[in-house]
């Protein structure tokens, strides 16, 4: 590869990770305000995520701008598109050799993604979530929404097996959704 390539890429991301970095601190603030979550977890899985990204913006196997990584009670879920199985592997092992990682979900797909795809899937993920915001028995806060090609991943804790329904109808009820696969816990976190 050219040196000027590898500098090109090397800079992008470095951009990523303070991106990310960025991105992190404002959650933080939104999650600290609102969530059951007591702020060890949060710090916690906030901590290994950004752990995470900054790996993979690092390794020049994997593009991090195609791997989402959401982490709840230290269980990392991956997803997303990538061109190479070594990438998709390369992407897991780097989680997994991530300090306070419990478990790694690898929902990533071999494939690209267009432009027009990630903008669907945004305005996707942003239309549940505001559903969610706005329906009074949910706590979106412990909610987390992924959608890659219309399929809607929900990943956190809830109160009780009505909510985890409830949250699941959500979404499966908003336009656009292909199909909803529901990783929500049950019940109190018992911390550690």
């Known amino acids: 590869m050219n040196t000027c390539l590898q500098v090109e890429s090397a800079k992008r991301r470095v951009a990523a990770v303070g991106t990310w970095l960025g991105l992190l601190l404002v959650a933080l603030?939104?999650?600290?305000?609102?969530?059951?979550?007591?702020?060890?977890?949060?710090?916690?899985?906030?901590?290994?995520?950004?752990?995470?990204?900054?790996?993979?913006?690092?390794?020049?196997?994997?593009?991090?701008?195609?791997?989402?990584?959401?982490?709840?009670?230290?269980?990392?879920?991956?997803?997303?598109?990538?061109?190479?199985?070594?990438?998709?592997?390369?992407?897991?092992?780097?989680?997994?050799?991530?300090?306070?990682?419990?478990?790694?979900?690898?929902?990533?797909?071999l494939g690209s993604t267009t432009l027009g795809e990630r903008v669907d899937d945004a305005g996707?993920?942003?239309?549940?979530?505001?559903?969610?915001?706005?329906?009074?028995?949910?706590?979106?806060?412990?909610?987390?929404?992924d959608v890659e090609d219309g399929k809607v991943t929900l990943m956190g804790r809830v109160t009780d097996e009505r909510h985890k329904q409830h949250a699941e109808e959500i979404a499966r009820n908003?336009?656009?959704v292909r199909s909803v696969v529901n990783r929500l816990e049950v019940g109190e976190r018992t911390e550690q």
């Open 174 to 176: 908003t336009e656009g």
């Open 29 to 109: 603030a939104l999650i600290g305000c609102a969530s059951t979550q007591s702020a060890g977890t949060q710090m916690g899985d906030s901590g290994i995520a950004v752990k995470i990204k900054t790996k993979l913006a690092a390794d020049p196997e994997v593009n991090p701008f195609n791997v989402d990584v959401d982490v709840n009670e230290g269980v990392v879920r991956l997803s997303g598109k990538v061109e190479d199985p070594e990438a998709r592997v390369q992407a897991e092992e780097l989680a997994r050799n991530t300090e306070g990682v419990v478990r790694v979900v690898n929902d990533i797909e």
């Open 124 to 145: 996707l993920t942003l239309k549940i979530k505001t559903k969610l915001a706005a329906d009074p028995e949910i706590n979106p806060f412990n909610i987390n929404v």
